[in-house]
């Protein structure tokens, strides 16, 4: 009889959970509590897979030897608790996946910037002709490339969620990018549950793997003086010289591993501005552990083209520029886009708050906000944060409304941004739908 597993949520992570678990010879069960979306529904089904959605057959899924769940559901679920209780082993695509995988795995987290580093790290790899895998919280099923292609080196942007999963899984290089309050809802609303989960990222690290991480943030300093990790540890920053490590001095980017230093001009990034000049360094330094050729890496440094929703410019329309941060989808990411604005803005935020602090934002808003539009369904807070300091604070409940207003609001020379600071669950599928419904909204104006 061959062993069960059972599969939670049938989405990417899900059905290429289950190509995998089939290809290693398990019994595979995908349960979904909701409906499944039509594509991975038609995959499931052509592959002859045995599935169910719309509830859990509680019966069947007790059955199982091992359960792989989706990162999307919490802890707290009714079901995962009773897996618990019954000591079945509850784990996630990326444990299951590393068990069959021979590759070297680069793994990035952090709060934010993660998927810029993610895409920048496997550009610069695959520019150098290595046999490379994008996957983790990006692109296409980790499990299931690991079943269909047999890459040598993986870069996985990997989420808190994802690595509260995992047990055995060890990544050759771990990235930290930084470490700010996010997701506090599914973490109790205790900060350093949330920091602990984003420190899995170390587990299992050797003396011969490398730990790069962001020598600037305060709660990782602080993390880092409590443990003790085996691994090479390269940090970067602004705030001194990182040495293993990069750093930037005279608006020089500097990196050096093994004593031997490579240097390039900040004004010759692709992305500017202080987040970006961060996640250069973490995928230079990365690309300097594989002793990827400098210029390999300069010429990439210089030529990527930067993520989607991400800072990105969308028209200008009568001197009012649009720019699409529906990424941003809490406050630090918010933090480093208002910083980065050259002209007075009108700012577009809102959506589910996962336990925000906006405060930290008081000062920039103070300096470059001139008027704000909200977009969500409970603006509470946001109005609690914002109306002291800013005259026009406008309610909207819905992305065509919301650019309307903010378009007449501003004036040639302006900023409209949308950085919503929050999830986009109450009025969008997810932020790459609020991201395409912000630019259909500018295009039709």
């Not at 909207?396 to 501003?410: D, K, N, P, Q």
């Amino acid at each position: 009889m061959a062993e069960k597993i059972v599969i939670l949520g049938a989405g990417e992570s899900g059905v290429g959970s289950a190509i995998l678990a089939r290809k290693q010879g398990f019994s595979v069960l995908v349960s979904d509590a909701g409906k499944i979306k039509p594509a991975y529904r038609q995959a499931l089904l052509d592959m002859g897979f045995d599935f169910e959605e719309g509830g859990h057959s509680e019966s069947r899924i007790l059955e199982a030897q091992t359960v792989i769940k989706s990162p999307g559901i919490p802890e707290k679920a009714p079901m995962i608790k009773l897996l618990h209780e019954k000591g079945i082993p509850v784990i996630s695509e990326l444990e299951f996946g590393f068990r069959y995988s021979r590759a070297k795995h680069i793994c990035i987290t952090g709060s934010n910037g993660k998927t810029t580093t993610t895409l920048l790290t496997y550009h610069i790899l695959q520019k150098a002709g290595l046999n490379v895998g994008l996957a983790g919280n990006i692109g296409q099923s980790y499990a299931r490339q690991v079943a269909e292609q047999d890459f040598d080196y993986y870069v996985l942007e990997v989420s808190s969620f994802q690595l509260d999963g995992m047990y055995d899984f060890r990544a050759d290089i771990a990235i930290l990018m930084n470490i700010t309050p996010d997701h506090l809802d599914r973490y109790e609303y205790q900060f350093q549950n949330y920091v602990d989960s984003k420190f899995r990222i170390t587990r299992n690290l050797r003396p011969e793997d490398s730990f790069i991480f962001c020598g600037d943030d305060p709660v990782i300093r602080e993390e880092m003086a409590k443990r003790q990790i085996p691994a090479q540890l390269l940090p970067f920053g602004f705030d001194q010289v990182y040495n293993p490590g990069a750093w930037v001095e005279n608006d020089e980017v500097n990196i050096v591993i093994h004593n031997n230093p490579f240097n390039m001009s900040l004004f010759d990034l692709s992305m500017q501005g202080k987040h970006n000049a961060y996640n250069s360094m973490a995928s230079g330094i990365a690309s300097r552990v594989l002793d990827i050729r400098k210029d390999s890496i300069r010429e990439c440094l210089t030529d990527f083209q930067g993520v989607e929703h991400r800072l990105e410019s969308v028209i200008k329309v009568h001197g009012i520029e649009f720019i699409n941060d529906s990424k941003a989808t809490n406050v630090n990411s918010t933090w480093y886009a208002l910083e980065s604005m050259k002209s007075k803005v009108v700012w577009i935020l809102g959506g589910t708050d996962k336990g925000n602090d906006y405060s930290v934002l008081h000062p920039l808003v103070r300096e470059k906000v001139k008027s704000i539009v909200c977009l969500g369904k409970d603006n509470t807070k946001i109005h609690e944060s914002f109306d002291d300091l800013i005259d026009i604070v406008v309610d909207t409940t819905s992305m065509e409304e919301a650019v309307r207003t903010a378009y007449y609001l501003a004036t040639e020379g302006d900023i409209v941004l949308l950085s919503p600071c929050c999830a986009s669950f109450d009025l969008f599928e997810n932020y790459e739908d609020r991201g395409r419904q912000f630019k259909n909204a500018v295009r039709n104006l």
